[in-house]
């Protein structure tokens, strides 16, 4: 798809010898990464090829889904809070499966109501994440 929301924030890139980034986060999943910061603590995303909500980016505590090389680490956030004051990092992962597929494309993330996997920490928020997705040379 290619009606990416406009970005508030671009991740670092994390791919070797690429300079530009891959993932951005809109306003509106700043804000919720935000709040699930404040309940949960530091952050990450995986991003898998699987069916349903596994096509999804999975926002877990830091650390709770193990990567390996399976995965490839596509980029970066550095998340401030609302005042401008650093909070941390968040990786976004994909499954290197998903990644064949993916390669030529720039992700947004952003946030729409409903409920997501009950594994996302995001889904007793009511509210669930999504990528949107845009081709790149």
Known sequence: MDDAAPAALESRPAIE????SRVALTPAA???????WDLHGPLMF????????GSSPMCFSAGEFRTGGSDVL???????DDAGARLGEIEFWMSREQFEYWRHTHLTVDVVQG???GFSLEAPEGKRFLVRSRLIG
């Open 17 to 20: 010898g690429e300079r530009d």
């Open 30 to 36: 700043v804000e919720l990464l935000r709040l699930l």
């Open 115 to 117: 409920r997501g996997s």
């Open 46 to 53: 995986h991003q898998s090829g699987g069916c349903c909500d």
């Open 74 to 80: 596509l980029g970066v956030f550095d998340l401030d």
